[in-house]
């Protein structure tokens, strides 16, 4: 059995899979000027599924290969989704760019400005549908 995981990395997180996450963070941290730490992984049968579904969830974030401009718990929360975790029942992850901060909601419609409730910032939603 194969582990999907979310690792973050300054302003990014990466999306993947391995059978071995701790060797993975070794491998790729070789290879980064950051430090990287795995946030959180999840035994699956079907990884390759999970992580390419992701990827096509997360496409419009995507800054290189398996790496997405998102905040860390909009990773989190869209590999719970793909898992079907039964604790969650998302159409979408609203974030916000300033703060990072994260909400499950229904979709806003197409160019909503929306005020953060954390940082009370006013922008154009950013949206994480699935």
Request: glycine content about 6%; hydrophobic content about 40%.
């Given at each position: 059995?194969?582990?999907?995981?979310?690792?973050?990395g300054?302003?990014?997180?990466?999306?993947?899979?391995?059978?071995?996450?701790?060797?993975?963070?070794?491998?790729?941290?070789?290879?980064?000027?950051?430090?990287?730490?795995?946030?959180k992984?999840?035994?699956?049968?079907?990884?390759s599924?999970?992580?390419?579904?992701a990827?096509?969830?997360?496409?419009?974030?995507?800054?290189?290969?398996?790496?997405?401009?998102?905040?860390?718990?909009?990773?989190?929360l869209?590999?719970?989704?793909?898992?079907?975790?039964?604790?969650?029942?998302?159409?979408?992850?609203?974030?916000?760019?300033?703060?990072?901060?994260?909400?499950?909601?229904?979709?806003?419609?197409?160019?909503?400005?929306?005020r953060?409730?954390?940082?009370?910032?006013?922008?154009?939603?950013?949206?994480?549908?699935?």
């Amino acid at each position: 059995m194969s582990n999907v995981y979310v690792m973050s990395g300054g302003k990014h997180i990466k999306i993947g899979i391995s059978t071995d996450v701790k060797k993975r963070i070794s491998a790729v941290q070789t290879g980064c000027p950051f430090r990287v730490e795995i946030v959180k992984a999840w035994p699956t049968n079907q990884p390759s599924k999970i992580e390419v579904a992701a990827h096509e969830v997360l496409r419009k974030y995507r800054t290189a290969g398996e790496w997405f401009n998102v905040p860390t718990p909009v990773g989190v929360l869209v590999i719970e989704a793909l898992l079907n975790r039964p604790r969650f029942q998302l159409k979408a992850i609203v974030f916000c760019r300033y703060c990072t901060h994260t909400k499950s909601m229904s979709v806003p419609e197409h160019g909503s400005v929306l005020r953060c409730t954390k940082c009370n910032k006013r922008d154009t939603a950013h949206v994480v549908t699935f």
